[in-house]
């Protein structure tokens, strides 16, 4: 009898391992493990990978780089957009499980296969990231999620796993690490708290940077094409460049507070310094170039779109017309910004544009005026203030009149 076959979206970690073994041994499915990677991932980690999920029964393992896919459908418009959710935290995990999802059904429909495994659990964002893309593009798609299902225990799962001779080292890490190219999250025992933050040993990358450093960010229409006048291949190569620069100073390093799909609260810990200081070095240039008004509607149709791609709506269609929106602002977003790095901190210096309209030729704020004359601005003041100005008459005649 012919095997059913199913794409299992494969990490190595325990829930995926637990989902491989128990999938083709006890569920007797044809399993088609694949990896996404989006930056967590070199070619070493990637044949550890595949010997173990070989090891685990399944028939293929396939990994799929979508680095640069990712920048061009996600991370370029968080960055148009200058997306930080809340104020401080930049999507690492959110964008990514999109686009990992989006990578595992285009698999599935490549296989045609149209039964999909994933090793979420029923307490997070990522099932319902996961279920509704897969859904959006395999409508009739069979979704199997074993830990999600049984309600299993992480001693559950080891059980199992020794019971069926797989002896992977799977004690449980003091903190749990997913790295990706646009940041990388921490969690642990103090972000479970409100009060508490992460200690200096629960950070991936250790702070040893101890000289201040000056760094020069170029832009082309909203894009980071050069890190101190090095040019790349694609703007994903400058991100992991920029990141192997600053992180050692220890910045973007936060802890989010944020609300979940599901509805309740939760902390995460995060360090992420190229998205950040990509992403201030941004809004720096477009201050300089854009007019109040495009950074306005930017502002508000930015944190609409950063929310809904939390929530697993990057298939949303009205996505791309915000995405249409946002490109079309980057036009005049060109230049240079300079950034020093210290420990701990940065320091965003200024920015260098032929489009900067701060330019003398129109008036310097506060000093000097060359495009208009004083009675132009007496003249508009009045116009600009006349609606208010008759409300106050209106309202004091009709008070006086009561009186």
């Not at 930049?90 to 686009?99: C, D, G, N, T």
């Not at 460049?241 to 973007?252: E, H, S, T, V």
């Not at 005026?369 to 106050?392: A, C, L, M, R």
Request: aromatic letters at 10%; glycine letters at 8%.
């Amino acid at each position: 009898m012919q095997r059913k076959k199913i794409v299992l979206a494969y990490s190595g970690g325990l829930d995926t391992t637990y989902c491989a073994v128990y999938l083709s041994k006890i569920e007797n499915y044809e399993v088609h493990a694949v990896t996404i990677n989006t930056g967590a991932f070199d070619q070493d980690e990637i044949e550890v990978l595949e010997e173990k999920a070989l090891q685990c029964g399944v028939a293929s393992y396939t990994c799929i780089d979508v680095r640069k896919e990712y920048y061009d459908d996600c991370i370029k418009f968080l960055i148009y957009g200058n997306v930080l959710k809340n104020g401080t935290y930049p999507l690492s995990v959110s964008a990514e499980r999109a686009v990992q999802a989006k990578s595992i059904a285009e698999y599935a429909i490549q296989l045609g296969i149209s039964t999909i495994a994933h090793g979420s659990t029923g307490a997070g964002n990522d099932q319902v990231r996961f279920d509704m893309i897969f859904n959006h593009l395999l409508p009739n798609v069979e979704i199997i999620t074993p830990i999600r299902d049984k309600k299993l225990s992480r001693d559950a799962e080891i059980e199992f796993l020794k019971s069926h001779g797989v002896s992977f080292n799977f004690e449980k890490a003091v903190y749990s690490i997913n790295k990706g190219l646009w940041g990388t999250s921490v969690g642990g025992k103090e972000t479970l708290t409100s009060y508490q933050n992460l200690p200096e040993e629960a950070w991936p990358t250790p702070v040893s940077a101890t000289e201040s450093l000056d760094i020069t960010l170029t832009f082309n229409e909203g894009e980071l094409v050069s890190v101190n006048g090095e040019s790349f291949e694609h703007p994903a190569i400058a991100i992991e460049y920029l990141q192997q620069i600053a992180q050692p100073f220890g910045i973007g390093r936060h802890i989010h507070v944020g609300d979940t799909i599901i509805g309740i609260k939760g902390r995460v810990g995060f360090e992420a310094a190229a998205p950040e200081l990509i992403i201030k070095g941004h809004h720096l240039l477009e201050k300089h170039t854009l007019t109040k008004w495009q950074l306005f509607w930017k502002e508000q149709l930015s944190g609409w779109y950063g929310n809904w791609l939390h929530e697993g709506q990057m298939l949303d269609p009205t996505m791309r017309d915000i995405e249409a929106f946002l490109t079309n602002t980057q036009k005049t977003v060109n230049g240079e910004v300079y950034i020093t790095l210290h420990p701990y901190r940065y320091e965003l210096n200024g920015i260098e544009s032929p489009f900067d309209l701060m330019s003398a030729k129109f008036g310097s704020y506060g000093e000097m005026n060359n495009g208009w004359s004083g009675e132009d601005v007496k003249g508009f003041t009045k116009i600009f203030g006349n609606q208010t100005s008759i409300y106050h008459q209106v309202t004091k005649e009709l008070s006086d009149a009561n009186n």
